[in-house]
């Protein structure tokens, strides 16, 4: 009878657990990653809305250990009785509240995502102190600092709330203890590498201490192989400073599209293809991510806004079978909406849905205690066939951005087109990527 019962018993639990991991599928979380972008966190903005820099709080971050920052900053934001997001603007980075905002509503769309992809510009825009209408930073070294602890903040904060997740970042253009384009020096690198736990993907960190790029391998065998590229070496604004860089960086991309193990590859760069690369670099890179079998999927960020690109031989008339996805940002400094994306993952190492993630600015400006992060327009709702590139390619012949709303509305996310530079663009050039010319 004993032995009946304790069978029952192992028996009930067995089921009880293939039910919860049922319900933990039917809910999408073993399918579901997050996509981010241009995070842009400046921790020592003023709580008043003006988004001045605070030198006291400066100052005190400086000198505090990370794990005191969190402390810091919330006794900082509730003087006076502030709520949440209180002094959102538009068309400045992000300060605390909305970081935390950001990943917390994360976190109510996917706790267990199966990773969590972060495509650069973790760090503010400003190199406060070059110009007269800046504060310059108190000692020499102390903005160095900051921005080592402010990524470990960061990171500290996502992990905080997505324990055991493994984070795939990727450097901006304004990650680097110089300045904006630069290349990474080593000590800058390693403690990034920390700050992630980059050890925990398989990365050589000896290696990426030197160079800023590696290949991320999750625990999931079912997951993708993920190139991590440091566009920076490869930008427009830094074209000469960087050869030797640039073309180690591609002898590495060559060889490790080649292992015959890496049959299912994304590519992660904060510059896309066809924006602020060197345009040598950048048809160099459209040839080894064609040319390879194994690429199966693109992100980028850098634009701010939601945009997709595609490839086009012109020589054999076809469309690539890539998609190159550039997702928008945390960061409103270009006066967008802070987003960011969920993304379902198929069988086939491609996405299946993709749901951007809104916060309505313009109710946070107002009435901070009411803002959301709502389901906003997505590239499902621009209105393809289907989310392939022969589809987007299709999409994009037939119609013309001047009278397409839905693409307007999922460029910016926003009823309103608030990107100064599609206004003055006829057609979509810019999102064909042609090769073969």
């Known amino acids: 009878m004993k032995k009946f019962k304790a069978n029952l018993l192992l028996t009930t639990l067995t089921l009880f657990a293939l039910c919860q991991l049922a319900a933990v599928r039917s809910n999408g979380q073993a399918g579901k990653c997050l996509v981010i972008s241009d995070i842009h966190f400046n921790p020592f903005y003023t709580s008043d809305g003006s988004y001045a820099i605070d030198t006291q709080l400066r100052d005190e971050l400086a000198l505090s250990p990370v794990e005191y920052w969190q402390s810091i900053l919330d006794a900082y934001f509730k003087k006076g009785g502030a709520k949440p997001l209180d002094g959102l603007k538009r068309g400045y980075d992000s300060n605390y509240p909305l970081l935390v905002s950001a990943i917390d509503a994360m976190a109510k769309q996917v706790s267990r995502p199966r990773f969590i992809i972060i495509a650069g510009d973790f760090l503010w825009h400003q190199y406060y102190g070059h110009t007269n209408d800046t504060v310059a930073f108190a000692l020499p070294g102390q903005q160095r600092a900051l921005k080592d602890s402010t990524i470990k903040f960061i990171a500290y904060l996502f992990k905080s709330k997505f324990p055991g997740t493994a984070f795939i970042p990727a450097l901006g253009n304004n990650d680097t203890g110089g300045d904006d384009y630069s290349k990474q020096g080593q000590d800058f690198l390693h403690h990034f590498a920390l700050a992630w736990n980059l050890a925990k993907l398989n990365v050589d960190t000896a290696k990426y201490d030197r160079t800023g790029y590696f290949v991320a391998e999750t625990s999931k065998a079912s997951d993708p192989k993920i190139v991590v590229l440091n566009s920076s070496l490869i930008s427009n604004k830094k074209r000469d400073a960087y050869q030797k860089d640039a073309r180690q960086m591609f002898d590495w991309l060559d060889n490790v599209l080649s292992q015959p193990d890496n ?35 693109y992100i980028a960020g850098h634009t701010h806004f939601n945009d997709f690109r595609v490839i086009y031989d012109e020589k054999a008339a076809k469309v690539y079978p890539l ?47 009411s803002a959301q992060w709502l389901a906003g327009y997505s590239i499902n709702t621009v209105g393809l066939s289907a989310i392939t590139a022969q589809a987007m390619y299709d999409f994009m012949q037939h119609k013309n951005p001047n009278n397409c709303q839905p693409y307007y509305r999922f460029h910016s996310l926003d009823d309103q087109n608030r990107d100064s530079y599609l206004k003055k663009v006829s057609d979509f050039n810019n999102n064909i990527l042609r090769i073969g010319q």
Do not use: Q
């Open 263 to 297: 049959k299912n590859v994304w590519v992660i760069s904060h510059i896309p293809p066809g924006a602020d690369l060197y345009p040598d670099y950048n048809a160099k890179l459209l040839n080894k991510i064609t040319t390879s079998p194994n690429v199966k999927y």
């Open 323 to 369: 998609i190159i996805r550039i997702v928008p940002s945390i960061g409103s400094n270009h006066d967008n909406s802070p987003s960011f994306e969920v993304a379902e993952i198929g069988k086939d190492y491609t996405l299946t849905k993709e749901t951007n993630y809104v916060l309505n600015s313009e109710t946070a400006m107002t009435d901070p205690a």
